[in-house]
């Protein structure tokens, strides 16, 4: 060993979950030292969307959103089974606005409500419609100095100019900069800002989604004075008499002991690029593709298992929260991955289709839905990988994949073949290895179906999700129109994870369990390094950040000695330490 630490509480992993335990130790009066095993902050996490599902929360309530914990745990029962992990859902439900009102009272991490965001089983008894999601605000990433470039970015496939961060709400401005003077405004405040950075800054700073999350919550760490070793994994956890003592991390490749009074959380980010636990837990075909960071190997659950722990879910086939995700060729040649999350799928004038050309799912559920839907068909028809859809017409105004609305020159994405194009139906088949006729024949009844506005096949446009996410001004269904305006274009699709459900078993505490669901005294685990309360399920937006903070406060506030729903008596304001 080359040294040792001593501290109250170890941290390994710096992703949302690590750095809320972190920050809300350090709040709490604990000395904290956070670890990490890239050069970054933020992991998986500065790549995501940033939104957090936390029913009841108070920011939407305060916007005119009505929504309670009850409300959401009739939705939970009937998504998920009332005997199912309901204690952590209700410790979940219950801490979620606390937790949330805690960070925002204390630190620099504050959040805007989503309004409108329909669960994803909107048709479901209890779900809401608006509400249960809310984003970080945008983060100014200049206020980090120096440390702006220890802020891991978002995946290139989501920025635009090389290095310009766009929000939902940037979309529709940025789109429509001609069509009124607001949008021109909103869009030239944008590119003006982008290239004043692009003078200083290897990247735009103005962060928005998971990265303002990561910005926010390294900020509020860096202002506490908390120590974070990068490039410093944590490989071992010490067990003594039963209790967690403390922890072996390596530091510039030596080996350094950690000695913990309070415990060490595990906040590794799961086991995305785990080979033996990914053939272990997800399905068949086990998906090729993750959007977990490559640096989340599994190294959380490995080290649990050595001391005992138990994994869960056990059954085989639950571990992902998926995405439909297409294989794109970047301009230095390396391989990215683009997640079809919201912006095309549910849009009008697009289908997806198997190897036999036909349909398999309403393309307008939620990116998990539609890829549990990938699974299930495959056992039928070649479905993974399956194809998108659409026309010039479409892909002009929609856009599809990386190509954005109205971009006009496609044909790099064709020569790289990310776009297979075709002047008929039939040729595009042939180009993609589908049934030509079973796609004719799709293509000619999905047509009626735009005329009547009926799917009568999949009934895509019939839930609030579907709609949300479609076209409010095409009728008479906004998520449903014809293929007709050749070329065709179509991009593959395959199964990819944005998260892993399958992880260590824990009480509401997250504190981590043995094979007789006995505690181990002072080993906590949250983020995708626990198992998650969902069981595989995927309720609404937000459905792992939500868990992963609110349960890392939890597991921070056990740590303390703290009743984690008393955040105004544990207010740093209030308390006498402070
Ligand atoms: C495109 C995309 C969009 C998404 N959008 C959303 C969304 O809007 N809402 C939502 O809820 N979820 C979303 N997700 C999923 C979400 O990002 C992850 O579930 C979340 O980031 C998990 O948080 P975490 O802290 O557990 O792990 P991570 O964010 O992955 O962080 C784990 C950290 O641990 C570090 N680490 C790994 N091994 C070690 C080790 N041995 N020692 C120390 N450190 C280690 C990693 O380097 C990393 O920094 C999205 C994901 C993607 C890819």
Not at 460 to 468: Q, V, Y
């Amino acid at each position: 060993m080359a040294g040792e630490i001593e501290v109250d509480l170890l941290i390994a992993g710096a992703g949302p979950a690590g750095m809320t335990a972190a920050l809300v130790a350090s709040l709490q009066g604990l000395d904290v030292l956070l670890c990490e095993k890239s050069g970054q902050v933020g992991g998986t996490g500065s790549t995501s969307a940033g939104t957090l599902w936390i029913p009841g929360n108070h920011q939407s309530r305060k916007a005119g959103f009505h929504d309670s914990a009850e409300k959401a745990e009739e939705y939970l029962d009937a998504l998920i089974g009332s005997s199912v992990n309901r204690d952590l859902r209700t410790a979940f439900l219950k801490t979620g606005p606390v937790a949330i009102d805690y960070l925002e009272d204390n630190t620099d991490v504050k959040f805007s409500p989503c309004g409108r965001h329909p669960d994803y089983r909107s048709n479901m008894k209890g779900a809401a419609i608006a509400g249960r999601a809310i984003i970080p605000q945008p983060f100014d990433g200049r206020l980090l100095g120096a440390d702006f470039a220890r802020v891991r970015p978002p995946i290139r496939e989501y920025m635009v100019l090389g290095g310009m961060m766009v929000g939902k709400a940037d979309i529709a401005p940025l789109v429509g900069r001609f069509e009124s003077f607001a949008n021109f405004k909103h869009a030239a405040g944008l590119l003006l800002r982008y290239f004043f950075d692009r003078i200083r800054y290897p990247r735009g700073t103005r962060l928005v989604m998971g990265n303002a999350l990561a910005g926010r919550l390294f900020l509020s760490l860096r202002e506490r004075g908390v120590e974070i070793k990068f490039d410093a994994p944590i490989v071992e956890v010490v067990r003594e008499n039963g209790c967690v003592v403390g922890a072996t991390i390596e530091v510039e490749g030596k080996r350094v002991s950690v000695k913990t009074r309070k415990g060490v959380v595990l906040a590794t980010g799961g086991c995305g690029h785990n080979r033996r636990l990914r053939e272990a837990f997800m399905p068949s075909p086990v998906p090729i593709h993750s959007l977990s960071s490559e640096f989340n190997q599994g190294d959380g659950l490995a080290i649990g298992e050595r001391l005992g722990a138990r994994i869960a879910p056990e059954e085989h086939g639950h571990a992902g929260l998926w995405t439909p995700a297409s294989v794109t060729t970047r301009a230095d040649g390396t391989k990215g991955l683009y997640p079809h999350i919201i912006l095309d799928r549910a849009k009008p004038g697009l289908i997806a289709v198997d190897a036999t050309g036909q349909r398999f799912v309403n393309e307008a559920v939620s990116y998990h839905d539609f890829v549990e839907a990938m699974f299930e068909a495959n056992a039928k028809a070649k479905s993974i990988p399956c194809y998108l859809i659409c026309d010039a017409a479409f892909i002009e105004k929609y856009g599809l994949g990386v190509v954005y609305p109205g971009m006009r020159d496609l044909s790099g994405l064709v020569k790289s073949e990310y776009l297979k194009r075709d002047e008929t139906l039939e040729g595009l088949a042939v180009k993609i290895g589908v049934d030509a006729q079973g796609l004719r024949k799709t293509v000619a009844r999905h047509n009626d179906f735009a005329r009547t506005g009926v799917d009568i096949d999949f009934g895509k446009g019939e839930t609030e999700l579907n709609r949300f996410n479609g076209d409010d001004d095409h009728k008479p269904n906004p998520c449903i129109g014809p293929l007709a305006t050749p070329p065709y274009y179509a991009v593959e699709i395959w199964p990819a994870d944005i998260a892993i459900s399958t992880g260590l078993s824990t009480d509401a505490d997250a504190r981590v369990l043995d094979q007789d669901r006995q505690v181990i005294p002072g080993l906590y685990a949250c983020g995708n390094d626990m198992a998650s309360p969902m069981s595989g399920s995927y309720p609404g937006p937000g459905t792992t950040l939500g868990p992963g903070m609110v349960f890392a406060y939890r597991a921070a506030m056990h740590a303390a000695g703290k009743d984690p729903l008393d955040a105004a008596r544990n207010s740093v304001m209030n308390s006498s330490w402070s």
